[in-house]
């Protein structure tokens, strides 16, 4: 088993610019370069690749080289260093808390019992009850839950499953719950009338995205 | 890529007769689905009637009971089309369709390529499962074993 450095890579996040870097970095659609986060941030490049190496080196954030879309033949250059967000988990409890072995066991006894209605119904009501304090910034609210929100056309996508390994195991019991969870949170919230929350799985990605109503689809 | 796919079966009694209204909501899916999973990544083959689906066998000799028996290229493949589709939205809704098991409903196997595996052969594998817990012949996605070797004889 490898040492657990959670503390080290969650402490590493106090500092307000290292926390904005990871922040835009891990909510992005796609891998983002130096030069990006730089802007995005609003900091200088070798501030931003200082920041960006510190995450690597904990374990925050990941590599990959390879040329941008749009970018290909002669003069495309060399592949562009680009950073994405790690798939390691981090979790730092003080007092320790396992609550993830509390609700594997739980979700086991759910799906073997089918009570998925009763979870889908409990999860609305969860939601209902967070939308009506969401206020009027529907992505910002997202975000406070940890989705890692981001607008693609008429959806808004989620980057992020905050359930994710119990997603893993247990699909359609969580997945079904998280929908049940966010279609109530739309149902409630101010911000929330014009959207509908459906399943809509991606890899990487939370298998829920909220549609427009407007929208033609 | 090894000389192996995976084999899967399904199995699942049905709340009423297939052509009740209750079971619209499953009935209507089941060509779109069917046609999800022909193009999906990795997919090699799927038990199916003249309809084009699977709901006119029943090994039980009971109306309600379905089955679904396929084969894939690789236990990943296989794991993306059922939760990672359109398929999952199905699966969250199979409480308004299915009864519940108390037994195993879901059981997964390897075959050499190119076998085709017929039902008795599923319907065994799933009474291994059932009687002995997962091994390497009968087992789950939660409980996995890698392929047989291709030097092993089988």
């Not at chain 2, 009687?131 to 047989?148: I, N, Q, V």
């Amino acid at each position: 088993m490898e040492p657990d450095n959670s503390l080290e890579a969650v402490g590493l996040l106090v500092e307000p610019v290292r926390r904005a870097v990871y922040e835009y970095v891990a909510g992005a659609a796609v891998e983002r370069g130096r030069d990006e986060v730089a802007e995005a941030v609003g900091i200088s490049r070798s501030l931003a690749a200082f920041h960006l190496d510190k995450l690597v080196e904990a374990g925050l954030l990941a590599v990959t080289y390879r040329r941008r879309t749009g970018r290909a033949g002669p003069g495309a250059g060399r592949p562009a260093k680009l950073y994405r967000r790690a798939e390691a988990e981090h979790a730092v409890s003080v007092p320790p808390r396992t609550y993830e072995t509390a609700a594997a066991l739980l979700a086991e006894v759910v799906d073997g019992a089918g009570l998925e209605p009763q979870l889908h119904d409990a999860a609305r009501r969860a939601g209902e009850k967070a939308g009506a304090s969401l206020g009027d910034d529907l992505l910002a609210g997202l975000a406070d839950r940890g989705y890692q929100p981001y607008r693609d056309g008429e959806q808004i996508r989620l980057r992020n499953c905050p359930f994710h390994h119990l997603a893993r195991d247990y699909p359609p019991l969580v997945c079904g719950m998280n929908l049940a969870l966010l279609d109530g949170l739309l149902a409630a919230a101010p911000s929330g009338e014009q959207w509908t929350a459906r399943l809509d799985p991606r890899p990487g990605e939370c298998c829920v995205a909220l549609l427009s109503k407007t929208s033609s689809d | 890529m090894t000389g192996y796919h995976i084999a899967q079966l399904n199995v699942g009694r049905i709340v009423a007769p297939l052509d009740s209204p209750q079971l619209e909501g499953f009935t209507s899916q089941l060509a779109p689905i069917n046609a999800l999973a022909d193009r999906a990544p990795g997919f090699v083959w799927r038990l199916q009637d003249e309809a084009g689906d699977a709901t006119s066998y029943h090994p039980l000799d009971d109306e309600n009971f379905l089955i679904n028996l396929s084969v894939w290229e690789s236990i990943e493949a296989l794991w993306d089309f059922v939760y990672r589709s359109a398929h999952l939205d199905v699966m969250r809704n199979r409480r308004q369709w299915f009864e519940r098991l108390a037994e195993a409903h879901m059981v997964l196997w390897w075959v050499p390529a190119g076998h085709i595996p017929t039902i008795e052969e599923a319907m065994d594998r799933l009474e291994r499962l059932r009687a002995h817990g997962p091994s390497p012949e009968a087992f789950t996605f939660k409980d996995r074993y890698p392929a047989p070797q291709l030097s092993e004889a089988h």
